[in-house]
């Protein structure tokens, strides 16, 4: 089942907890738009964040795997009269791109990506697709959230307009979850129409991040924790990573 089909008609109601605005305040601070104007938001989503980017004054691009997730992001795009180009694609396989000032992977988007060959390759393209001294930004759940928050489940949720049961059950891959979700949403009618989606996400140690990062060529790499300037401690739920080529 694809991940990000149907559940791109919820995303953003879904979304609401996420402080989007204290990761462009993250971005910000590091990689000014006066100085850093060229940014790719990779895993753009339905587009929330590369509008926020656009209106702090990035030239925004985005790309996501999901064409569903891109349809409504670029109506929301068009309806708040921006010019942010989209593609289709998958973060291992990116292209086309170079001498960016900035790249983004937001939201535990590279989560997603669950081969370590194929992490490898997307930070190996990011870095060819960087500048001399441009910079990447992204984040991942910690092992802490992997092993044991999410394992925690059943989670439901119920807005009155969006109902979901998530249960989740561990990968293949060590600190590795597979979530199953069955969303039940309100129609003309009264009544709900339900959908299943399956998601599966896999993180690695800080440590390891870094460790690629490194051994790919960026020469700064800074980690932090939960939307802070602290480091990560062991029930960090967050990893905020930033690399500079």
């Known amino acids: 089942m694809e991940s990000y089909a149907r559940f791109a008609e919820v995303y ?36 929330t964040m ?4 656009d209106e702090a004054g990035y030239n925004v691009s985005g790309i996501d795997l999901s064409e569903e997730m891109l349809a409504v992001a ?22 086309g791109f170079s001498e960016l000032d900035v790249a983004i992977i937001p939201i535990d988007s590279i989560n997603y990506v669950t081969e370590e060959k194929a992490i490898k390759e997307t930070l190996q393209r990011i870095y060819a697709s960087l500048r ?14 992997m092993d044991e ?48 989606e399956e998601h599966f996400q896999r993180t690695f140690a800080p440590q390891q991040y870094v460790a690629w990062l490194e051994e790919i060529g960026f020469k700064s790499v800074f980690v932090t924790a939960d939307w802070s300037h602290e480091s990560p401690q062991e029930e960090s739920e967050r990893i905020f990573i930033r690399a500079i080529k």
């Open 50 to 53: 590369a509008l926020m980017l």
């Open 149 to 196: 928050i999410f394992l925690s489940s059943p989670f439901t949720y119920d807005d009155g307009g969006v109902t979901y049961i998530w249960h989740t059950e561990p990968g293949e891959y060590e600190h590795s979850v597979y979530h199953s979700m069955s969303f039940f949403v309100g129609t003309e009618n009264g009544l709900y129409e339900r959908f299943d």
């Open 74 to 95: 670029s109506s929301r795009i068009a309806s708040k009269g921006a010019k942010i180009p989209l593609f289709a694609g998958s973060m291992d396989e990116l292209e």
């Open 12 to 47: 953003d109601e879904l979304m609401t907890d996420i402080p989007y605005d204290e990761y462009v305040e993250w971005v910000m601070l590091h990689a000014p738009s006066e100085n850093y104007p060229n940014l790719l938001d990779i895993g753009c989503g339905t587009g």
């Open 132 to 145: 001399e001294g441009g910079q990447l930004f992204f984040d991942v759940h910690s092992l802490f959230k």
